[in-house]
């Protein structure tokens, strides 16, 4: 499920039957990250209780101008400018009717003609009350007026009557909310395999042979192309991150874990990020037990591990695009370039210890992006923005090949 996560949602319930759906819909919404508050008609009361809606949303239920009889009132105008999307549902008969022709005799319809935000209604009520000229003849209004309308859904009716009228299902008025507000999703239908953090080479149960790659900027790719529609598989090697949202991972030790578990996964990749530092060398032998110093010197015998990269593009799939990471300590771009070629991807992403604030460990990087036929070099930003750029640079190619 993709995330509402920071956008403030103000839920308008008014009388009707339908009403008793609402707690699943904010139920929903609260939990894909959104914030609720829910205004209330006095005849909703009839239908779903206060305490039910305030328990789901976590916030106390609006309904009345006035909140005591010390004159103590509700700011309507205040809750209309607070929210980033107004959905009412169930919008009864009557409060379309109010809504077309501006008539304030409740906190909802007040709080309405104060939003400035975009409007959605979900109309449901009788069949003969939505097929009238005057429910018609209102909707047309609030269309006009720039308000969305969800189509009521067919089925039985609280008169017996079978026919449009109902109000659709929480789970899809909620996609419906989904859909308006999230951004563009660039890579939704794709399918996206990210590495992320070092490997550990096993020399005995104590020791290993790594690097001091924290992770942070495959972790940033993997959220990035989660935001934009993409599902997203992360591998990642041991790191000290919380998990990026709407990710699977597969968590991994050595380079050889590594390369099985992108084996497996590489078959339904789309795209694929190799931004893992994975070891060239594991030990040849591991010691069973912990190795004990003894000797002025140590000899360590090292074997090449698997080539990931190079594995994954020699049996690429048709249309699948394949990204590597070069860090460099010197002539980066001609190693970069290499890579390029060597592996046949179709970007590189380079940087250097060189530049300060650059490379492992830190919150910020600086990049170029190194293509077939141009290099673009970003200015140094946070790993968040460099993945950022990746995924719009990435959709650019992919715009273009297509």
Known sequence: MHSLKNKKILLGVSGGIAAYKTPELVRL??????????????NAHRFVTAETLSTVSKKPVHTDFFKDELGQW????????????????????????????????NLLIA???????????????DMDMLQSAATNRNLEVLKKDGVLV?????????????????????????????????????????????TAGPTYENLDPVR????????????AIAETFAKLGADVHLVSGPVHLSPPENCAITKVESAEEMLQACRI??????????????????????????????????????????DILSELSANRKPNQHIIGFALETENALEYARKKLENKNLDMVVMNTLEDSGA????????????????????????????ADDIANALYQMMNKNN
């Not at 709080?111 to 009520?125: D, E, G, I, Q």
């Open 29 to 42: 919404l609260v939990k894909s990250g959104a914030e609720v508050q829910v205004i209330m008609t006095p």
């Open 74 to 105: 509700t700011n309507h105008v205040e809750l209309g400018l607070w929210a980033d999307f107004f959905l009412i549902a169930p919008a009864t008969a009557s409060t379309l009717g109010k809504m077309a022709k501006g008539i304030s005799d």
């Open 111 to 125: 709080t309405y003609l104060s939003s400035r935000c975009k409007v959605a209604v979900s109309p449901a009520m």
């Open 150 to 194: 969800i189509p009521p859904a067919s089925g039985e009716l609280a008169s017996g009557l079978y026919g449009p009228g109902r109000m659709p299902e929480p789970s899809e008025i909620f996609d419906f909310v989904l859909k308006y507000l999230q951004p563009q999703l660039l890579f939704s239908g794709k399918k996206v395999l990210v």
């Open 208 to 219: 290993f042979i790594g690097n001091h790659s924290s992770g942070k900027m495959g972790y």
């Open 265 to 306: 996964q590489s078959n339904s990749a789309d795209i694929i990020i190799m931004a893992a530092a994975v070891a060239d060398y594991s030990p040849k032998t591991k010691a069973e037990n912990k190795i004990k110093k003894k000797e002025e010197t140590f000899s360590l015998e090292l074997i090449k591990t698997t």
């Open 359 to 386: 490379g492992f460990g830190t919150d910020t990087n600086k990049v170029t992006l190194v293509f077939r036929d141009r290099e673009q070099e970003l200015e140094l930003k946070s790993k968040t923005e460099i």
